[in-house]
């Protein structure tokens, strides 16, 4: 009985490391498209004043 507990804890937090990749992974890819937003709107508007 101990060994299943403990390979459905291992496998939990396999599981969230897992989903905390995940998250970081989309956490940077937010911060690329805010950054690309940002830039792009820099560029629009510089554009306009030449």
Same mark, same amino acid.
């Given at each position: 009985?101990?060994s299943?507990d403990?390979?459905?804890?291992? #496998?939990e937090?396999e599981? *969230? %490391?897992?989903?905390?990749?995940?998250?970081?992974m #989309?956490?940077?890819?937010? *911060? %690329?498209i805010f950054k690309?937003?940002?830039?792009n709107e820099?560029n629009?508007n510089?554009k306009g004043?030449?």
């Open positions: 009985m101990k299943e403990m390979n459905e804890i291992d #496998q937090q599981e *969230k %490391r897992y989903l905390l990749d995940l998250m970081r #989309q956490n940077e890819a937010l *911060k %690329r690309n937003t940002i830039d820099k629009n510089s004043r030449f």
